[in-house]
C-alpha cells in the first residue's frame, strides 16, 4: 500500500489514519499525518480543515503568499500559534509511538519541541537571543534536552557549527547573534535546530532574508544534513525557485486551504489549479523601454573615482592616536542617461546599499558625483533642488511609513518643502492624483487620504511609498532592493508599476538589488559590485549572458 498523499480522504484510511489504532506503526510509513487542521484567532478561521502527511526522510513544501496559512500551519503543530484555537489531529511518529501532537499534555509536547521536531524561525536575528551568545544558546538546547554536561556540550556545539560551514566556528560560537553575518546567523539557526538530531524539521522561510549566494549555500546545506541524518523537513516557503531546487513534494495554500499538492516536478509542468499557474506565472517580465545609444541621451547621473569610508578603531597604541579607516565603495564610476535605469548588483557588504546613500548625498564622499547637473556641497539650501531631483523608495514599507501619519501626510509631506505655495486643498488634489497614478483611488478605499499605514497590505504600502517619492516630480529614483519583502505576485505588480511609471514619465532608476531576476526584468544597464568594487559592468545581456567574471558567474548560477 502507499502513503497516503495530501488531501487524501480520511475515510479511505484505515482506522487512525496512517497508524493502527494506538498499536504502533502501519505498513504506510508516515512520520507525520495532520488531518482536518483547522486554526482560529478571535472566531475567524486563518487554516480551513487542511489535510498533509510527510514520510521519513521526505521533503515536502507548503508555498503559499503571506497570509495564506502556511506559516501559522506549521506554528501549530508545535502549539506554538498563541491566542490560536487549534482543531483536528497531527499523528506523529516519535520514539513513544503515534502521538497527536493536538491533544497530548503540553509537558509531553515540551519534550518533543527541539528533540523529534525543530524549527528553524524565520528572522534568525529576533529568533536568535541578543543577550547571549551563540555557542550559549546551542550548549543551552544539549544540556535541556540531551543531558549532556557543560564542558562536552561546548565541544559539540563548536562542531555543530562546523558541520553548516562556518569558517572560524571557535569563534562564532563566543559571538553575539549581532556579531554574525545574515548567511551565519540563519547556519547557527540550523545547528541549533539539528543539536538533537530530528526527525523532523520545520524550516519557516530559511532563506528569505538572504542574498542569493547565501540561499544557495543554505539549501545545499539543508540538502546535505537532510541526507546525513535522514529526517524529513517541511518547508515553508514563498519562492517558487526555492521549491523546485528542494522540495520532493509540494502543497500549495490559499487562503487557508490547499487548493493544488503532488511532485515538485508534476505540478511545476502542468498547474490544475489557477492560484497555482498565477504563483508560477509570477516571475518578473522585462517591459522597459529599449536602451538608447551611448551618448545620445544626457546624464542624469554620473559619478567617477566615488570613494566612501567608515572609521574604525585602530589595535593596540596606535590606536590611541588615530583612526583607521574601513573603504566600503572603492573608487566606483558609472553614468545613468534619462529615462534609463542602472542596476547595482552584489551581496551583502558588497557596498552596494553604501553607494546608493552616497548619491542621495546621506553620506560623505570622496570622488565627483552630479545629480541632475549639479554636484553635492555642504549647503543645506543649495542641495534643495538636488534633492528635489533625486528621491528614494526604501526596502521596507513596514518600516518606512510613519505609523503616526496619515495617507495624506505622508504622501503630501514632501510638497510642504518643494511647494510651499500650495494650500492644503491645492495639496490633497496632488495627493489624490499621484495615489491613482500608482494604482490607489478613492474608489477602493473610502477616507484614503485619512487612513494609516497599517491598514494596507505590504504591495499597497510600497505603491504609497512610490507615491511619496514621485509626488515633486523627480528625475531619478534610488530603489534600495523595492520588492524584496514583497511576496512573488505583488513583486511582479510593482515592478510592473515602476516600469509603466519610466515610460511614462521618462524617469530613471538607479535598481540596488541583489535579485538578478529583477535586474533581469528592470536594468539597461548593471553594475556588479564585490567588496566595495565594482568587477564588472555593461548591458544586462553582456554581463548576465556572457559574465566575465568568476564572482559574476557565481551569482548567475545561484539564480538559476
Request: aromatic letters at 4%; glycine letters at 10%; a neutral charge.
Amino acid at each position: 500500500m502507499n502513503a497516503p498523499t495530501l488531501g487524501t480522504d480520511a475515510s479511505s484510511l484505515p482506522p487512525g489514519g496512517a497508524f493502527a489504532a494506538r498499536g504502533g506503526p502501519s505498513p504506510l510509513t508516515t512520520l507525520l499525518e495532520v488531518k482536518n487542521l483547522r486554526v482560529a484567532f478571535g472566531g475567524k478561521d486563518v487554516v480551513c480543515g487542511i489535510d498533509f502527511s510527510i514520510r521519513p526522510g521526505e521533503k515536502l513544501a507548503l508555498v503559499g503568499e503571506s497570509g495564506s496559512g502556511k506559516t501559522v500551519s506549521a506554528l501549530s503543530l508545535l502549539r506554538l500559534a498563541h491566542d490560536a484555537h487549534v482543531e483536528g489531529q497531527a499523528i506523529f511518529d516519535g520514539p513513544a509511538g503515534p502521538t497527536d501532537l493536538l491533544s497530548i499534555p503540553e509537558q509531553q509536547l515540551r519534550g518533543i519541541r527541539g528533540q523529534d521536531i525543530a524549527m528553524i524561525f524565520q528572522e534568525p536575528m529576533t529568533a536568535l537571543n541578543p543577550l547571549f551568545t551563540v555557542g550559549d544558546q546551542i550548549i543551552e538546547v544539549l544540556e535541556l534536552k540531551q543531558g549532556i554536561a557543560r564542558a562536552e556540550s561546548a565541544q559539540v556545539a563548536i562542531k555543530l557549527l562546523a558541520t553548516t560551514g562556518i569558517a572560524e566556528p571557535q569563534r562564532r560560537a563566543a559571538a553575539y547573534p549581532h556579531q554574525l553575518s545574515g548567511g551565519q546567523r540563519q547556519r547557527a539557526m540550523i545547528a541549533m535546530a539539528l543539536a538533537c538530531k530530528p526527525k523532523l524539521l520545520l524550516a519557516d522561510e530559511p532563506t528569505t532574508a538572504l542574498d542569493v549566494t547565501v540561499r544557495g549555500q543554505i539549501l545545499d546545506l539543508l540538502s546535505s544534513l537532510q541526507k546525513e541524518h535522514g529526517m524529513a523537513v517541511l518547508m515553508i516557503t514563498h519562492d517558487l525557485n526555492l521549491v523546485h531546487r528542494f522540495a520532493d513534494r509540494v502543497a500549495v495554500m490559499e487562503n487557508g486551504r490547499i487548493v493544488e499538492h503532488g511532485p515538485v516536478a508534476d505540478v511545476f509542468a502542468n498547474p490544475r489549479h489557477a492560484y497555482t499557474r498565477k504563483l508560477i506565472d509570477s516571475r518578473p517580465t522585462r517591459d522597459v523601454a529599449e536602451m538608447a545609444p551611448d551618448g545620445t541621451l544626457p546624464p542624469v547621473m554620473q559619478a567617477s573615482g566615488l570613494r566612501v569610508t567608515y572609521p574604525v578603531s585602530r589595535t593596540g597604541i596606535r590606536g590611541w592616536f588615530k583612526k583607521g579607516e574601513f573603504v566600503a565603495v572603492k573608487g566606483a564610476g558609472f553614468s545613468i542617461p534619462a529615462g534609463q535605469t542602472l542596476g547595482v548588483v552584489g551581496e551583502s557588504g558588497s557596498g552596494k546599499s553604501t553607494l546608493g546613500l552616497a548619491a542621495l548625498g546621506l553620506l560623505p564622499f570622496q570622488g565627483q558625483l552630479q545629480a541632475a547637473g549639479m554636484a553635492w556641497s555642504r549647503d543645506a539650501a543649495r542641495n534643495k533642488a538636488i534633492r528635489r531631483a533625486m528621491q528614494v523608495v526604501f526596502q521596507d514599507p513596514y518600516s518606512s511609513l510613519s505609523p503616526r501619519m496619515t495617507v495624506e501626510e505622508i504622501v503630501g509631506e514632501g510638497l510642504l518643502v518643494h511647494a510651499p505655495e500650495l494650500d492644503a486643498s491645492a495639496r490633497r488634489l496632488r495627493v489624490a492624483q499621484v495615489l491613482a497614478e500608482v494604482g490607489l483611488g478613492a474608489d477602493q478605499f473610502s477616507g484614503l487620504q485619512q487612513r494609516y499605514p497599517h491598514e494596507f497590505s505590504g504591495g499597497q504600502r510600497q505603491r504609497l511609498a512610490i507615491a511619496r517619492a514621485l509626488i515633486i516630480g523627480p528625475q531619478l529614483l534610488v530603489l534600495d532592493e523595492p520588492t524584496s519583502a514583497l511576496d512573488v505576485t505583488i513583486q511582479k505588480q510593482v515592478l510592473q508599476l515602476l516600469q509603466r511609471l519610466q515610460r511614462e514619465r521618462a524617469l530613471s532608476y538607479l535598481l540596488i538589488t541583489h535579485d538578478v531576476d529583477v535586474i533581469r526584468a528592470m536594468a539597461h544597464r548593471v553594475i556588479v559590485m564585490k567588496d566595495g568594487e565594482i568587477v564588472e559592468s555593461g548591458t544586462v545581456a553582456q554581463v548576465f549572458d556572457a559574465p566575465q567574471h568568476d564572482y559574476t558567474r557565481i551569482l548567475v548560477a545561484a539564480a538559476a
